[in-house]
């Protein structure tokens, strides 16, 4: 309600989120410039945009939010030519989706585990091109020889673990976090450099924070080191839970990684997925 027909209007989030717009007038060229973000329906923590009333309104009414953590508030203020400004700002509760991690293990054929091995002081991908859909596949909760309610799918990548959610829909704002181990021997990754890193990048733990596909990315590009004189049976394991925000429990660990103001990782407690491979290094 400023005076000027054109104005500069800000739109931002303060707290974990973002704000997109879109014209409401579907191929319409508006008079509208973006100085910060654009028009398209890309969301970013600031948008500004400076032209005629009209042509804002017409973005403002497709303003859409999204968040994560407890609570953000979404600031609008406009400015005019004078410099004179009127701003409101919008308090939003973010509600807590229950969405569930559900881990796939590598089976062959006869949905059967295999064994993998490694000769001594061999470093090897634990997934690469060797993995063929004609002779692999992915199955969910793998327990022993326990065959009941199994669900298959075809390779989803070259990992021997994978991970997906119960509702497809919160694939990219759901970050999970994730811990493998060997009972023999190192781990290591490299050259993923949009994983929050917990541990060194080498070791026998590797934990870190991602979105779902960061994570399958991972899986795809782990190494297994077999030392010298370390010989025998032993495992490949995995575990994963959902980052633990802000007042959805009280943390218990002396090892946190603080992802952010709300939300953070949280290894000590139970983990909602586990699995767990057998090898032998000889």
């Not at 970050?175 to 070791?203: A, D, H, P, Q, W």
Request: aromatic share 8%.
């Amino acid at each position: 309600d400023v005076d000027d027909d054109i104005i500069k209007v800000i739109a931002k989030v303060i707290g974990q989120g973002k704000v997109s717009v879109v014209d409401s007038i579907i191929g319409y060229n508006s008079d509208a410039l973006f100085m910060k973000g654009d028009g398209s329906g890309g969301f970013h923590e600031t948008i500004t945009i400076k032209g005629r009333i009209g042509a804002i309104n017409r973005y403002l009414q497709n303003l859409t939010f999204k968040g994560k953590g407890k609570k953000c508030i979404i600031s609008i203020e406009a400015i005019d030519y004078a410099g004179d400004s009127q701003s409101v700002e919008v308090p939003i509760q973010i509600l807590e989706v229950e969405v569930d991690i559900v881990l796939w293990m590598l089976v062959d054929a006869s949905i059967t585990q295999p064994l993998f091995i490694f000769e001594e002081e061999e470093s090897r991908l634990l997934g690469g091109d060797w993995l063929r859909n004609d002779i692999y596949m992915e199955a969910r909760d793998v327990d022993g020889d326990k065959h009941q309610n199994r669900i298959v799918r075809p390779l989803s990548g070259q990992s021997i673990f994978s991970f997906s959610l119960s509702d497809p829909v919160m694939l990219t704002s759901v970050y999970i976090c994730t811990e493998y181990s060997v009972g023999i021997g190192l781990l290591s990754i490299e050259n993923e450099s949009n994983l929050s890193f917990v541990s060194k990048r080498v070791g026998t733990h590797l934990r870190f924070r991602g979105t779902i596909d960061e994570v399958n990315r991972a899986g795809e590009h782990i190494v297994y080191h077999a030392q010298p004189g370390a010989t025998g049976n032993s495992y490949i394991e995995i575990k994963a839970s959902k980052e633990v925000c802000e007042g959805a429990q009280t943390l218990t660990t002396s090892e946190i990684y603080n992802s952010g103001p709300m939300c953070r990782c949280d290894f000590e407690i139970s983990p909602e997925v586990h699995g767990k491979v057998d090898m032998i290094i000889r």
